[in-house]
T-cell receptor, first 112, second 117 residues
Framework: AQKITQTQPGMFVQEKEAVTLDCTYD???????LFWYKQPSSGEMIFLIY????DQQNATEGRYSLNFQKARKSANLVISASQLGDSAMYFC?????????WGAGTKLIIKP | NAGVMQNPRHLVRRRGQEARLRCSPM?????VYWYRQLPEEGLKFMVY????????ESGMPKERFSAEFPKEGPSILRIQQVVRGDSAAYFC???????????????FGPGTRLTVL
C-alpha cells in the first residue's frame, strides 16, 4: 500500500531564509507522481508542484523546487527566500489508482 | 478564473439531518474526486467519479454516504442522517483525465466545512 510520511509536524523559519520540508514515500507502483499542496489558514488547498517518477530533472516552480531522490524514496520541498505569506500547512501526496494518498502535513511558520 | 467551485462553503446541520455538498469542476474537466479532511490531518480519499459513473468509491463509508456526477450539473456528495463524527472539511478536486501514474494534477475547490451540532 502507498504511504506518505512527513516527519516535521511544525517548523519555524526566519523570513528570507530557505526552508526544506521533508517527505518520504512508499509505493510498489512502477510509475507514480508526487505532489505538494499548500493549505493556508483560510482553508483552501493550493497545488504547488508535481514530480513524475520518471522525470530526469527535479521539478521547479518559481520559488518552489522539489528535491527528488528516487533511491531514497524522498521528495522534499524546498522554498527559497521564504516570505511571511508562506506560513501555512504543507502536504505531500502520491497518486495511486486515481486517488491521492496524503501525508499528515507540516505546519510552517515564517517569522519576521 | 473558473476554478473548482464548491458550495456551500460552510454548512451546519443537526444530527439526523441531511447534508448536500456541491462541486462544479474546472471547465474542461470531466473527472471529479471527493476527499474528507479531519482537523489536524491530511485528506482522505472518498470517491472518484466521471460523468454519470462512479469509478472508485473505496473510500466512502458503506452507509449514509452517496455521490453522483450527473450528465448535467454539479457533482453532489450526500450525507444522510448526519452524526457529529461527520464534522469535517470536504474537498472536491477535478482533473481533465484520471490521474494514474505520471498524469494530471488534481485541482481543488475551497472546500465545504460541515459542522454537525
Amino acid at each position: 500500500a502507498q504511504k506518505i510520511t512527513q516527519t516535521q509536524p511544525g517548523m519555524f523559519v526566519q523570513e528570507k531564509e530557505a526552508v526544506t520540508l521533508d517527505c518520504t514515500y512508499d509505493t510498489s507502483d512502477p510509475s507514480y507522481g508526487l505532489f505538494w499542496y499548500k493549505q493556508p489558514s483560510s482553508g483552501e488547498m493550493i497545488f504547488l508542484i508535481y514530480q513524475g517518477s520518471y522525470d530526469q530533472q527535479n521539478a521547479t516552480e518559481g520559488r518552489y523546487s522539489l528535491n527528488f531522490q528516487k533511491a531514497r524514496k524522498s521528495a522534499n520541498l524546498v522554498i527559497s527566500a521564504s516570505q511571511l505569506g508562506d506560513s501555512a500547512m504543507y502536504f505531500c501526496a502520491i497518486n495511486s489508482n486515481y486517488q491521492l494518498i496524503w501525508g499528515a502535513g507540516t505546519k510552517l511558520i515564517i517569522k519576521p | 478564473n473558473a476554478g473548482v467551485m464548491q458550495n456551500p462553503r460552510h454548512l451546519v446541520r443537526r444530527r439526523g439531518q441531511e447534508a448536500r455538498l456541491r462541486c462544479s469542476p474546472m471547465k474542461g474537466h470531466s473527472h471529479v474526486y471527493w476527499y474528507r479532511q479531519l482537523p489536524e490531518e491530511g485528506l482522505k480519499f472518498m470517491v472518484y467519479l466521471q460523468k454519470e459513473n462512479i469509478i472508485d468509491e473505496s473510500g466512502m463509508p458503506k452507509e449514509r454516504f452517496s455521490a453522483e456526477f450527473p450528465k448535467e450539473g454539479p457533482s453532489i456528495l450526500r450525507i444522510q442522517q448526519v452524526v457529529r463524527g461527520d464534522s469535517a472539511a470536504y474537498f472536491c478536486a477535478s482533473s481533465p483525465r484520471g490521474t494514474s501514474g505520471d498524469t494530471d494534477t488534481q485541482y481543488f475547490g475551497p472546500g465545504t466545512r460541515l459542522t454537525v451540532l
